[in-house]
């Protein structure tokens, strides 16, 4: 499997030779050259299969360059019971996402079940151990440096934490969190994992990330590596779990399933739609967005307009605070075909601050062909919904999986089944759900005193050299 660039002028590589890069040298973003095409008659085979057995169907396709034996062993080591049994008590955790029926026809796809409570785990916990191993294989170590408000920072770390060739640099703002965000980070103990708060707001930790990788002689020098959104392996982990929950609510192929997607960085929606180009009889992916409706926006009106940082509004589901989907690319290069100089056209308005209308070039007409619709939802509307789960499905869910399941009933159709994806658990964010219930939601066993635990953070002005000085002082410990 050759993976190209959506710009189209970058060098071919393969799935190890990105794994551990960002951005494709021209700016664009690897997708495979031709997406695996899975058969009636391997689909059917697929059916029994349990995770980790699908995981090394999908992915030994995807990561073809890995030896099966080693890939099959890193996917066993990740995909374990103990690893995703932090959700409701009655979870069936063997199934490592289970779904949750709550009526006929619609389901909660549980997701958020790994160490951190949220779905990022799903695809960083093997993004870590695909990372050791690759590293090892190259005798090379890494120094990630990441800056976070909230799922992706705790995630990394989790996954990272112990590896013997990875030390995670990893800077948040000092009171951009919550309360139990901080300590899922700060109360790490292991020796290659730093926190650093910054005096500063989020885009100020962003900037400083910024400008670290643009500084090539200290990147090199330290080894510099990041795990954002737009790694081709951690979407590649998230096709997983849209096979299993399609075969969890079906009993043949023959059947349909429409998935609702909170959504962010369109890096979760964007495996449901390479799930469904790999043949997954997908019927619509429905992208649900919070009051940061970029993606809303362009779905509707065929209009994409990032926004700047200072128009991103902080609301109740904050890991969907985003004002530009960084994987959102991946999609239109399949949209237009792989017509490379288009994509590299549209992302020249894009990147110089700019937005590009679809309407005028038919393009998105287009959009037809692979069902994708959308809606937005507002902080009243996760209020409510919180309610109706907890009323009616006596299923506690949080703000995320709120917006999901509110824009995902609005585009329901009878006789389809509907699986909403659950993208963190309310235990995440406690303040909104005593808002929504006047209660307290339930913490997954062994973090019920997690904020009164050691923590482990330095404190930091918003400065890059002083960020610098500090990763040369700790990049060899
Ligand atoms: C990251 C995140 C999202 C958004 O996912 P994308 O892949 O960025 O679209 C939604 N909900 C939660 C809880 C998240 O952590």
């Keep these: 499997m050759r993976y190209l660039s959506t710009r189209g002028n970058a060098p071919a590589l393969t799935f190890s030779k990105i794994l551990l890069g960002g951005l494709a040298p021209d700016g664009g973003l690897y997708l495979p050259e031709t997406y695996p095409q899975f058969s009636a008659a391997e689909l059917a085979f697929m059916r029994d299969m349990d995770y980790r057995q699908l995981a090394f169907a999908v992915l030994s396709r995807l990561a073809d360059d890995i030896e099966p034996d080693d890939l099959r062993a890193l996917i066993d080591k990740t995909y374990t019971t103990a690893t995703y049994s932090h959700g409701r008590k009655d979870s069936d955790f063997s199934q490592i996402t289970p779904v949750r029926k709550l009526e006929d026809d619609l389901y909660i796809l549980e997701l958020s079940n790994g160490p951190t409570l949220a779905f990022k ?48 640099f990893m800077l948040s703002p000092v009171a951009g969190m919550t309360r139990f965000q901080q300590a899922q980070m700060y109360t790490l103990q292991d020796a290659n994992i730093f926190n650093i708060a910054v005096r500063g707001v989020f885009d100020d930790c962003q900037d400083m990330v910024k400008s670290v990788s643009n500084d090539l002689d200290f990147k090199a020098k330290y080894r510099i590596g990041a795990v954002n959104s737009i790694n081709w392996a951690r979407v590649a982990a998230q096709t997983v779990y849209y096979f299993k929950a399609y075969f969890a609510v079906t009993d043949s192929n023959e059947q349909q399933v429409s998935f609702s997607v909170p959504s962010g960085n369109f890096g979760n929606v964007c495996a449901g739609h390479i799930a469904r180009m790999m043949g ?31 128009e991103t509004l902080h609301t109740s589901s904050p890991s969907m605070d985003i004002s530009k989907a960084s994987n959102f690319e991946r999609f239109i290069a399949d949209l237009t075909g792989r017509d490379t100089a288009q994509v590299a056209e549209l992302w020249k308005a894009v990147d110089a601050g700019g937005s590009f209308d679809l309407k005028p070039s038919g393009l998105f007409e287009q959009i037809r062909n692979y069902a994708i619709e959308s809606g937005a939802s507002s902080h009243a509307d996760r209020m409510r919904t919180i309610r109706m789960a907890w009323e009616k499905y006596s299923t506690m869910i949080d703000t995320h999986t709120a917006d999901g399941l509110k824009v995902g009933l609005e585009h329901r159709e009878a006789g389809i089944p509907l699986v909403c994806l659950e993208t963190a658990l309310a235990a995440k964010f406690e303040d909104s759900i005593r808002e929504a219930l006047g209660v307290r939601p339930e913490r997954p066993a062994g973090l019920e005193n997690l904020e009164t635990l050691p923590q482990r953070v330095e404190t930091m002005n918003a400065d890059v050299a002083a960020i610098q000085a500090y990763i040369a002082r700790h990049a060899n410990d």
């Design 280 to 310: 997954l009889p997908v019927h619509k992916l429905i992208v649900a967005t919070n009051e940061n409706d970029v993606l809303d926006e362009f779905f509707r009106t065929g209009v994409y307009r990032p926004r700047a940082a200072a």
């Design 121 to 168: 785990d799903m695809a960083m916990q093997l993004l870590g151990n695909l990372f050791e191993y690759a590293l090892d294989q190259a005798g090379q170590d890494i120094n990630i440096l990441g800056a976070t408000s909230g799922d992706t920072g705790s995630a990394a770390e989790y996954a990272m934490r112990g590896k013997h060739n990875v030390r995670v």
